[in-house]
């Protein structure tokens, strides 16, 4: 069974830059659709950018140009590279797994839906 673990959470200052892992074990990520979704307080859980076994992305508005997600297969890791970070993306980021049918899109806008998850990690951008 996929078991998913996300190091590399933390603080940074506004304008500063985080990447986040998504590590896999139990099978390997080159065989599951991956997407990173965040929770903040008060606020519904969002998709932030998702990625498909065939190389399809798909980022939130907040995420575009700002963030990168990318796949390294002989890691069995994904990442989330978090670039020029703002006030309002502080939140538990959690990296979600399935084999998804459908599009990018739809995979992300039902996030909720996918099957395996990490425990999450917190992402802070405080001054």
């Known amino acids: 069974q996929l078991q998913l673990v996300e190091p590399g959470g933390g603080s940074v200052q506004p304008g500063g830059s985080l990447r986040l892992a998504c590590a896999a074990s139990?099978?390997?990520?080159?065989?599951?659709?991956i997407g990173w979704l965040r929770h903040a307080p008060g606020k519904d859980r969002e998709a932030v950018s998702c990625l498909t076994t065939d190389g399809s992305i798909y980022y939130a508005v907040s995420a575009k140009v700002r963030f990168t997600i990318s796949r390294d297969n002989a890691k069995s890791t994904v990442y989330l590279e978090m670039r020029s970070l703002k006030p309002e993306d502080p939140a538990v980021y959690y990296c979600?797994?399935?084999?998804?049918?459908?599009?990018?899109?739809?995979?992300?806008?039902?996030?909720?839906?996918?099957?395996?998850w990490g425990r999450g990690t917190q992402v802070t951008v405080s001054s």
């Open positions: 979600a797994a399935d084999q998804w049918s459908g599009s990018v899109q739809a995979m992300c806008e039902k996030g909720y839906t996918l099957r395996s």
């Open positions: 139990g099978a390997t990520v080159d065989h599951h659709d």
